[in-house]
């Protein structure tokens, strides 16, 4: 029995996905972006284009915020993403900062069914991802909230479809675009630096000793966050453990979103992440049916 394909759904499904982000435009343009991060984010865009500083210093936002965190000369988070935000603003007004969530979410759609049919050399393989990405509910969740977690993801999975790309054609210029994409992911929000040791790795996993070179190709362009990385570290004295340190009392007490933020299990995002998208789901599907089907193929000889 010849197995159902989507291949020749190809035209239908692109299509489908252009109306789909139509849609998906009309519902963010009507959406009031009132969250919390997003007021945040937008003042921080203010302040950039009107003003030229990156901080919330000066804003009536102080008095619902805690001073010791954002009261700072320059705001703790990487400053990409609003750069990003800026730019639309320049360009397309309030309409932009309301269109940023859902281009980016278009354009990391994109970039997982070029990812998934690099690696798999199969059109099915990537248009069956591309759907499941369509799906996801934490995607179209983060594709009407102006936050910095989906530019992040993009610009990690960019880095990735270049190192991919690398092992296929062996072009350490692939690997210095991974290396560039990974330091402006890590320019939108902190957390991509975990990236860098696991990179690492498979540098050292395709090609050994020899992998010296192309590590350096990697780490190179990290070079352009110390644009960041210095001032605020090395001229505001800003510490690493001041990011991740849990606020006093006082904060908990008069910031409710903030003791509900760090009351929750450490177990809670990777739950949330796991039942909310079917990315993950059949991952772990495809990865039950594979090792049943070794076990399968190698019971006669284990006495099964």
């Given at each position: 029995m010849q197995s159902f394909s989507l291949t020749p759904y190809k035209?239908?499904?692109?299509?489908?996905?252009i109306v789909f982000f139509i849609i998906l435009t009309v519902i963010t343009l009507i959406r009031p972006h009132i969250d919390n991060d997003e007021i945040i984010?937008?003042?921080l865009t203010y302040n950039v284009v009107h003003h030229h500083a990156y901080s919330l210093q000066g804003t009536?936002?102080?008095?619902?915020?805690?001073?010791?965190?954002?009261?700072?000369?320059?705001f703790f988070r990487p400053p990409l993403f609003v750069i990003s935000l800026a730019f639309l603003y320049l360009l397309l007004g309030q309409v932009g900062l309301a269109l940023a969530p859902t281009i980016i979410y278009a354009f990391l759609c994109f970039t997982i069914y070029?990812?998934?049919?690099?690696?798999?050399?199969?059109?099915?393989?990537?248009?069956?991802?591309?759907l499941l990405s369509l799906a996801s509910p934490l995607f179209l969740f983060s594709s009407v909230f102006i936050h910095l977690d989906t530019l992040m993801t993009l610009l990690a999975l960019l880095a990735f479809y270049f190192l991919m790309k690398w092992r296929t054609t062996g072009n350490l210029k692939h690997v210095l675009l991974a290396g560039l994409l990974l330091s402006f992911s890590t320019l939108t929000n902190y957390t991509a630096v975990i990236l860098y040791p696991l990179f690492l790795l498979f540098l050292i996993w395709q090609k050994g000793k020899s992998s010296i070179v192309s590590g350096l190709y990697l780490l190179l362009p990290?070079?352009?966050?110390?644009?960041?990385?210095?001032?605020?570290f090395g001229i505001y004295h800003m510490s690493v453990a001041s990011l991740f340190a849990k606020p006093g009392k006082f904060t908990l007490t008069h910031f409710p979103f903030m003791l509900m933020a760090y009351q929750r299990p450490f177990y809670f995002y990777f739950i949330?992440?796991?039942?909310?998208?079917?990315?993950?789901?059949?991952?772990?599907?495809?990865?039950?049916?594979?090792?049943?089907?070794?076990?399968?193929?190698?019971?006669?000889?284990?006495?099964f």
């Open positions: 035209t239908q499904l692109i299509s489908f996905t984010y937008k003042t009536t936002l102080l008095k619902d915020l805690p001073s010791n965190l954002y009261a700072t000369p320059l070029k990812t998934a049919l690099l690696i798999t050399q199969s059109e099915h393989i990537a248009l069956k991802t591309l990290s070079l352009i966050s110390s644009f960041w990385f210095y001032p605020v949330t992440v796991f039942l909310t998208n079917p990315l993950y789901l059949l991952f772990f599907t495809s990865l039950k049916k594979k090792f049943e089907k070794i076990f399968l193929s190698n019971a006669p000889y284990c006495g």
